[in-house]
């Protein structure tokens, strides 16, 4: 038996990064960003967001 195949490669692209050394925008905290984190504020601070949850709820499914 003989297996073929390739390389897994990256897309190519960089992620995205920001400017290093930021520092959370909240007045009372000194935490430091990750250069890779979009947002002003750190994960403790930052406001709660929620993904669109797609489909029909389990409670409203039909039997």
């Known amino acids: 038996m003989t297996l073929v195949g390739s390389i ?3 897309s ?3 992620p995205a990064s920001f400017q ?3 520092v959370c925008a909240d007045a009372d905290c ?3 960003l990750s ?5 002003d504020k750190c994960s403790v ?3 709660t967001r929620y993904p669109r949850v797609r489909g029909v709820p ?3 499914r039909p039997a």
């Open 12 to 14: 190519g692209r960089r």
């Open 35 to 39: 250069r890779y984190n979009r947002f």
């Open 8 to 10: 897994p490669r990256g």
């Open 20 to 22: 290093a050394g930021r």
């Open 45 to 47: 601070h930052q406001k």
């Open 30 to 32: 000194a935490t430091q």
């Open 58 to 60: 389990a409670d409203k």
